[in-house]
């Protein structure tokens, strides 16, 4: 059993990672200074350290008896890492170094860490495997880049043993037994929670119905956060020999916008108002994940449908 110190541990995949963790026996220590995480999604048997990652000391503190780190914390909005990039570069890479630094000195050597499909930017192939070029297209994707990088070479200086998971979009929810734990976003991005909450009078805006794809809606994969979560515990099992790698957890399979607002209206029983909008600069027509290497080096495929994503969502909803 491994005591695992997870990097925001109150957020939404964080809290998550940390109730299967102790639910499989781990111990854990959650590392979050409750900026987009909430004090109410954090597991009571946890340890819980409230503190950023800027701050180097109160890291190596919480790093003490831990053997291994699973690190989700961290910025990421597309949108306000355009306007706010030193920001995400100060959090998500100083934090990502401070991380590193405070593991060196505490002598923990394995991690897993949450990347992102927005390393790869505006692909045109679909679907992308791992050895596709990262060319990120926002200041997002170029820290999640940047960190990946850094645990390469990190792995090769300090012995690290690294994984990295590039997640696509990431949905649906987990019942505890006394809550569900979920997508508690504000501002959300994220398209199913946004389904869910679409009004007459703030309808879902879709951006674009002409793109070149079946039904003119953008096309994207996604991955139920149990499953994904369920790929972390491997892979950090895995971690023996210093090294790093870089694997993609999607479900290998896209849908349109418009067929996720079609499976949310039969799960809802009513029509969820929507108003077109304009394409946005820097969205590709699909993104869908090349998912052979989780299941070759993970054994892992994902197994929850678009359905359970939908529904878990709207049964977490606050
Ligand atoms: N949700 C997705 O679809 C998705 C997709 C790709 C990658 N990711 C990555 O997964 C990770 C988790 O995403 P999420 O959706 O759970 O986000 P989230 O915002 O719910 O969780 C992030 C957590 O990190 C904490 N945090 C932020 N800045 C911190 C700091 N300076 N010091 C300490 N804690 C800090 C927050 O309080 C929060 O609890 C992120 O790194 C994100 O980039 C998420």
């Given at each position: 059993?491994?005591?695992?110190?997870?990097?925001?541990?109150?957020?939404?995949?964080?809290?998550?990672?940390?109730?299967?963790?102790?639910?499989?026996?781990?111990?854990?220590?959650?590392?979050?200074?409750?900026?987009?995480?909430?004090?109410?999604?954090?597991?009571?048997?946890?340890?819980?350290?409230?503190?950023?990652?800027?701050?180097?000391?109160?890291?190596?503190?919480?790093?003490?008896?831990?053997?291994?780190?699973?690190?989700?914390?961290?910025?990421?909005?597309?949108?306000?890492?355009?306007?706010?990039?030193?920001?995400?570069?100060?959090?998500?890479?100083?934090?990502?170094?401070?991380?590193?630094?405070?593991?060196?000195?505490?002598?923990?050597?394995?991690?897993?860490?949450?990347?992102?499909?927005?390393?790869?930017?505006?692909?045109?192939?679909?679907?992308?495997?791992?050895?596709y070029e990262a060319l990120p297209?926002?200041?997002?994707?170029?820290?999640?880049?940047?960190?990946?990088?850094?645990?390469?070479?990190?792995?090769?200086?300090?012995?690290?043993?690294?994984?990295?998971?590039?997640?696509?979009?990431?949905?649906?929810?987990?019942?505890?037994?006394?809550?569900?734990?979920?997508?508690?976003?504000?501002?959300?991005?994220?398209?199913?929670?946004?389904?869910?909450?679409?009004?007459?009078?703030?309808?879902?805006?879709?951006?674009?119905?002409?793109?070149p794809t079946p039904d003119g809606?953008?096309?994207?994969?996604?991955?139920?956060?149990?499953?994904?979560?369920?790929?972390?515990?491997?892979a950090l099992g895995q971690l023996?020999?210093?090294?790093?790698?870089?694997?993609?957890?999607?479900?290998?399979?896209?849908?349109?916008?418009?067929?996720?607002?079609?499976?949310?209206?039969?799960?809802?029983?009513?029509?969820?108002?929507?108003?077109?909008?304009?394409?946005?600069?820097?969205?590709?027509?699909?993104?869908?994940?090349?998912?052979?290497?989780?299941?070759?080096?993970?054994?892992?495929?994902?197994?929850?449908?678009?359905?359970?994503?939908?529904?878990?969502?709207?049964?977490?909803?606050?």
């Open positions: 059993m491994s005591h695992v110190l997870v990097t925001g541990g109150a957020g939404y995949i964080g809290s998550i990672a940390a109730f299967q963790l102790l639910e499989a026996g781990h111990d854990v220590t959650i590392f979050d200074d409750l900026s987009t995480g909430h004090l109410e999604s954090i597991d009571s048997r946890a340890r819980f350290v409230e503190a950023s990652l800027l701050d180097i000391s109160k890291l190596r503190g919480a790093m003490s008896g831990c053997d291994s780190v699973m690190h989700f914390g961290g910025k990421s909005l597309v949108g306000e890492s355009v306007a706010k990039p030193e920001l995400y570069m100060q959090i998500n890479v100083e934090g990502s170094r401070n991380v590193l630094d405070a593991m060196k000195s505490e002598g923990v050597s394995r991690i897993v860490f949450s990347s992102s499909a927005a390393t790869y930017g505006e692909p045109s192939a679909a679907p992308i495997s791992e050895d297209t926002n200041p997002y994707g170029v820290t999640k880049l940047r960190v990946d990088e850094l645990l390469s070479e990190r792995a090769t200086v300090d012995g690290f043993a690294a994984t990295s998971l590039r997640y696509f979009n990431v949905a649906g929810a987990l019942n505890t037994g006394s809550k569900w734990l979920g997508e508690f976003h504000n501002p959300e991005t994220h398209l199913i929670p946004k389904v869910l909450q679409a009004t007459v009078s703030n309808p879902l805006k879709v951006f674009g119905n002409d793109w809606t953008c096309i994207r994969d996604y991955v139920h956060v149990v499953d994904l979560i369920e790929a972390h515990i491997t023996v020999n210093p090294g790093h790698c870089i694997i993609n957890l999607g479900s290998g399979s896209g849908y349109s916008v418009q067929e996720v607002i079609s499976a949310a209206e039969k799960i809802l029983g009513r029509s969820i108002p929507t108003e077109i909008d304009s394409r946005r600069a820097g969205d590709p027509a699909v993104l869908v994940a090349s998912i052979e290497k989780a299941q070759k080096e993970l054994n892992w495929s994902p197994t929850r449908s678009l359905e359970s994503m939908i529904q878990d969502s709207h049964k977490a909803a606050r």
